[in-house]
């Protein structure tokens, strides 16, 4: 079955980095588009990145355009997101997810359990 | 930049009873492009609907979706005590790539 599994969230300091992972497995990691999506405590969802599924199509929300960049494994089944310049307002829990793209639409088919980061002093 | 507006914003029911949940967007758009989730507290969301309406594999009946233009419909024709959650909409298409509803809780009366 198809698994999402992200991990390397905590606590950063305002300006500090850290790069989230999220493990797939369970379907042809390669042949799917992966989006970041976050949602701050309380708060609604965002989505922030997505990329192709060969890694040559990447788009950012304005947010965080300049300071996060997605990228991904395909050998090793794996999604990652490094973030730079963090600030208060990054924190949130992060969700990887599986794009079902077909005739130019897509959907988040499969969320994983999202981590949490938090930016604080 | 596609807007989408959730109403209401907490819809207040009881089991048995339909909800009814509206998504508009800023400009028309086209119902191949709109999706619903669903999330429960301390839950990734779930694809519920997606083209506005077509169910993802695994979602029960009594979810439908329904719409065009720049008015969109989630109903649930009898709740579930599992349906209690928060609902999202979302437009796929130009950048933001992909645009989310504020949200609508369904809570329990």
């Known amino acids: 079955q198809v698994q999402l599994v992200e991990s390397g969230g905590g606590l950063v300091k305002p300006g500090g980095s850290l790069r989230l992972s999220c493990a797939a497995s369970?379907?042809?990691?390669?042949?799917?588009?992966m989006s970041w999506i976050r949602q701050a405590p309380g708060k609604g969802l965002e989505w922030i990145s997505y990329i192709s599924g060969s890694g040559d199509t990447i788009y950012y929300a304005d947010s965080v355009k300049g300071r996060f960049t997605i990228s991904r494994d395909n050998a090793k089944n794996s999604l990652y997101l490094q973030m730079i310049s963090l600030r208060a307002d990054d924190t949130a829990v992060y969700y990887c997810?599986?794009?079902?793209?077909?005739?130019?639409?897509?959907?988040?088919?499969?969320w994983g359990q999202g981590i949490l980061l938090t930016v604080s002093s | 930049e596609i807007v989408l507006t959730q109403s209401p914003g907490t819809l207040s029911l009881s089991p048995g009873e339909r909800a009814t949940l509206s998504c508009r967007a800023s400009q028309s758009v086209s119902s191949r492009f709109l999706a619903w989730y669903q999330q429960k507290p301390g839950q990734a969301p779930r694809l519920l609907i997606y083209?506005?309406?077509s169910r993802a594999t695994g979602i029960p009946d009594r979810f439908s979706g329904s719409g065009s233009g720049t008015d969109f419909t989630l109903t649930i024709s009898r709740l579930e005590p599992e349906d209690f959650a928060v609902y999202y909409c979302?437009?796929?298409?130009?950048?933001?790539?992909?645009?989310f509803g504020q949200g609508t809780k369904v809570e329990i009366k």
């Open positions: 997810a599986r794009d079902l793209c077909s005739n130019g639409v897509c959907y988040h088919d499969f």
């Open positions: 979302q437009h796929y298409g130009s950048l933001p790539r992909y645009s």
């Open positions: 369970g379907f042809t990691f390669n042949d799917y588009y």
């Open positions: 083209g506005a309406s």
